[in-house]
């Protein structure tokens, strides 16, 4: 049986943001909403962590990394666990998102801790212009 309950939401002008937590088969499980379109959960961590490790692959193990998004922190959590990268940069333009990764899904999932990791508040793409 799968149960959820909402964990906090966060309205900005007509947009609704909100975090669930689910009991889903025994695990615990998180989805990310926005404006009631869903759009992530961790039960698909699976390709943000693929994503990462692939990226990793296909230029050589670099020595940083740039993360457009920070979600639910699985493409950051995946890219700790890379010894070789000295710098991880993960650019989110949301800050609740930020705030719900630092106090929510951080003690749980253990994304944040790293200090190779900076969090960047901000618009991607202004982000990598700027560059």
Known sequence: METRRLLSSYTDGDRTLQLWEAEMEGER????????VFLMASYNAL???????????????????????LGLGYSAREACLDRELTRIDVV??????????????????????????????????????AE
């Open 29 to 36: 499980a998180y989805e990310l909403v926005s404006g009631g």
């Open 92 to 129: 989110e333009i949301d800050r609740q998102i930020i705030e719900w990764n630092r106090e929510l899904l951080a003690p749980r999932l253990g994304a944040l801790d790293d200090p190779r990791l900076r969090i960047l508040e901000g618009d991607f793409l202004r982000y990598i212009e």
């Open 47 to 69: 390709s943000s962590e693929r994503m990462v490790s692939r990226a990793i692959e296909r230029f050589g193990h670099p020595r940083s990394l740039l993360i457009g998004g």
